[in-house]
């Protein structure tokens, strides 16, 4: 099917050259970050570096580390990677490479929390959150429970924020992702449903803000006025008794005045309602196919239906919240959710969002600008192709990593 002249027209802006922030981006398409499962013992390699040379060179105007946790307790497990100084080497020659083709590096800092399964802790027994609770994902591990974190573990959280985007900006990132969302480290602090501090930490949004408005300020400090800070927000935790959209544009223009130069306005929760940020088939199928262990795999196939929600895929679930969000800030904003064909691209782009951050369907084309721009230049419409089977996701835990089965 082909598209109008105009139409063509209005789509070319996502391709062409942007400020995000002060720094010029070849496009304005962003590869999302996604948890790659490609750094065995924590330790980025060629199996990383390959997986976002393909994005890189496909076209992106910036590709994103996924999950660059700021110190080793904020790993969910001990095979993510995080930011210390005896990686260092990799990280520089990795941005080094993924710059050669022109596109830009970003990393996402992020802590897991009282959100984890890591059973090799250093620093702490046991992961630590905003207060008490029940750690549901690291059950099967012998980590059932999540304690809270006293004032020194809350500068202490602080001060690995400052250090890691340090270290970033020193071994050749073009900037930093910090994650408020997802129902991690700092989202725990953020959401009702996770904060039952009684303390300045806990209660009202702002109490609840202050933590990471201390992170913000403590990355700004470390990396400069120049150097972009985006930050992942929840639109909405999608469970009861969580935050909800109104609360959610409070904490934009919280994050905006502190500074931040860009928002992604992202939503759901991984340790509650993973579904509502992926949309599309369940993905209980993926985990079910993988999984080797029969009564493991029996399990899944009994729970599976009340632990994942079913949100049939659409185009531009975020979009609304989105807008509600440009509409409140200052600062750049970075659509995410559903924005898989060109003519959802142009939509973003006709409501006066800056950027796209994309996951799935750079899995399933890693070419997508350089295909996506090769067809409007040729007056046909590019089509991606992937099926939101979401049996991607699953893969985080396979020996490889990440891919688009779909491709095999």
Known sequence: MEISLLSSSLKNKAFEPALLGK???????????????????????????????????????????????????????????????EIRPQLTTMTAELKKSGARVSGQMTHCGNFSK???????????????????????????FAGAMTHS?????????????????????????????????????????TNKRSDEYGGSLANRMRLP?????????????????????????????GLNEDEAIEVAAMLDQGGIDALITSGGTSSYNVMKMFRGDSIIKGMIEIEKNPLAKLGMKLLGPSLFK??????????????????????????????TTMDSLETVMNAGIDFVQLGRPLLKDPRYVNNATAALNEGRNYINGCTHCNRCVALIEHPEGIRCPEND
């Not at 924590?42 to 660059?68: A, Q, S, W």
């Not at 949100?311 to 807008?323: M, S, V």
């Open 153 to 193: 573990d809350i500068d202490h959280l602080v001060q690995t924020y400052h250090d890691a985007a340090l270290l970033m900006k020193e071994v050749g990132f073009d900037a930093t992702e910090i994650h408020f969302s997802h129902g991690y480290g700092l989202s725990q602090f953020i959401s009702p449903k």
């Open 213 to 241: 408005l201390r992170v913000l300020e403590a990355v700004r400090k470390a990396v400069g006025d120049d150097f972009p800070i985006l930050g992942k927000m929840g639109l909405t935790d999608a469970v009861k008794g």
């Open 23 to 85: 720094l010029e981006l070849r496009n304005r398409i962003i590869k999302a970050a996604t948890y790659e499962g490609m750094t065995p013992n924590g330790i980025p390699g060629d199996r990383l570096l390959n997986f976002h040379k393909n994005i890189t060179e496909g076209g992106v105007g910036m590709t994103t580390i996924g999950y660059c946790t700021t110190e080793a307790d904020g790993r969910i497990s001990d095979q993510m990677m995080y930011l210390h100084d």
């Open 310 to 339: 079913e949100y049939p895929y659409e185009e531009l679930y975020f979009l609304d919240g989105a807008k509600r969000v440009r509409d409140k800030v200052q600062c750049q904003i970075v659509y995410i959710g559903g924005c």
């Open 118 to 144: 890591n059973r090799h802790m250093q620093r702490l027994k046991r992961p630590l959150g905003p207060s008490p609770q029940i750690n549901i994902l690291g059950i099967p591990s012998g980590l059932p």
